[in-house]
């Protein structure tokens, strides 16, 4: 009891907090309960619970601040654990029913087209994709999605770093008012309007210049990699400007040139606070979807040859996108398993990124 009183109000609590605060958390308990089991009940009980947090906070604020601290804390948790459990949940039939039919590696004109060597581990069809016969190969897609956020991380990772750097470190004060913001307005810009203003403008050219088709993972790849750049760039170069100035002081007294104390020092020193910009682009460009379905088509196959940048295909998002509204309950269960996916490669990416952010911090200590 006395450990659940301080974690609620915290050490010093002044008089009263307890019946006062504990009101409001009681009613924010019965407003779940009661969204869970009534859900038209729900609002009254949630009115009265604001009006009592409103009235928790003018008497006892920093209890009350305490109190709602923890619930944002424990509502993230809650959230992203319901999400995960009800992901994986979901795609388990699709699983068991399937299993490495979900990984099916395509035949094409009698022969087994390589991947990677796992086409000697895994099964083969000439049918991969087709809901009405229960083929569905999530193989295509997600070498889709390799290809275009490789394509996006070549956009976004050379130029958000090169485009932090100059704000950053070498721009005056009055360019990079102009430029910082407007770089980050690029973020609230629709990812369908990039996807139409890329195939408008990017099309043409590709038919032109390359004498191909146009829509392709090219032109898909080079418009994420444009959107996930403001993110890449503003997330960089908070982590370059947060470098001391005494270290790139120290730097330029002992000779270094500007570019040499760049390269030496305010890299590596940022180095955790790029790479966490550089995954949080790819975050997005992996988890893009209109601007990807606006300009490929929905057509679900494997690139000839694999690396063919011309080719066109569904990616694990579009697929999502495009076939949700009209997909049976066995397609459903199939396209969670494609947010699973999503969701491991993700995760996959922060647990790199810390890994390097914690070999950076070693590194920079002299540790390794």
Do not use: C
Not at 23 to 50: I, K
Not at 293 to 304: D, F, P, Q, T, Y
Request: charged share 10%; no cysteine; hydrophobic share 55%.
């Amino acid at each position: 009891m006395s450990n659940a009183r301080t974690t609620l109000l915290g050490q010093d609590a002044s008089e009263g907090a307890l019946l006062t605060v504990g009101s409001a958390a009681l009613l924010l308990v019965a407003t779940v309960g009661v969204f869970l089991v009534a859900p038209a009940l729900a609002l009254p009980t949630f009115v009265l619970f604001g009006l009592t947090t409103v009235v928790s906070w003018v008497r006892h604020q920093a209890e009350t601040a305490r109190l709602l601290t923890l619930v944002a804390t424990v509502s993230t948790v809650l959230t992203v654990t319901f999400i995960t459990v009800y992901l994986f949940a979901s795609a388990f039939p699709a699983v068991g029913e399937h299993g490495l039919g979900l990984f099916l590696i395509p035949v094409v004109d009698g022969n087994v087209r390589w991947f990677f060597w796992l086409d000697a581990v895994l099964p083969s069809g000439e049918t991969y994709w087709n809901p009405l016969s229960g083929a569905y190969s999530l193989i295509p897609t997600i070498w889709a999605t390799v290809i275009v956020t490789t394509i996006s991380a070549f956009v976004a990772g050379p130029l958000g770093l090169f485009g932090a750097l100059f704000i950053s470190e070498v721009a005056s004060d009055g360019v990079r008012e102009v430029v910082k913001p407007a770089v980050e307005v690029l973020a609230g810009i629709p990812s369908i309007v990039y996807g139409f203003i890329g195939f408008q403008v990017l099309n043409g050219f590709i038919q032109t210049s390359f004498l191909d088709d146009g829509a392709s993972f090219l032109i898909a790849g080079l418009v994420v990699g444009l959107m996930a750049l403001p993110t890449v760039v503003s997330v960089a170069e908070d982590a370059l400007s947060s470098v001391p100035r005494s270290m790139k002081d120290g730097s330029v007294a002992m000779g270094a040139t500007q570019w040499q104390t760049m390269k030496s020092i305010s890299i590596p020193a940022a180095f955790s606070g790029i790479s966490a910009g550089l995954i949080l682009g790819l975050g997005r460009a992996i988890g893009e979807t209109m601007a990807v379905a606006a300009i490929m088509a929905a057509g679900v196959g494997l690139s000839n040859p694999l690396f063919d940048v011309f080719d066109a295909g569904a990616t694990l998002t579009s697929l999502i996108a495009t076939n949700y509204g009209s997909a049976s309950e066995s397609t459903i269960d199939v396209l969670f398993v494609a947010g699973v996916i999503l969701f491991v490669i993700v995760a996959g990416m922060s647990v790199l990124s810390q890994f390097i952010e914690r070999r950076m911090k070693e590194k920079l200590r002299g540790q390794a």
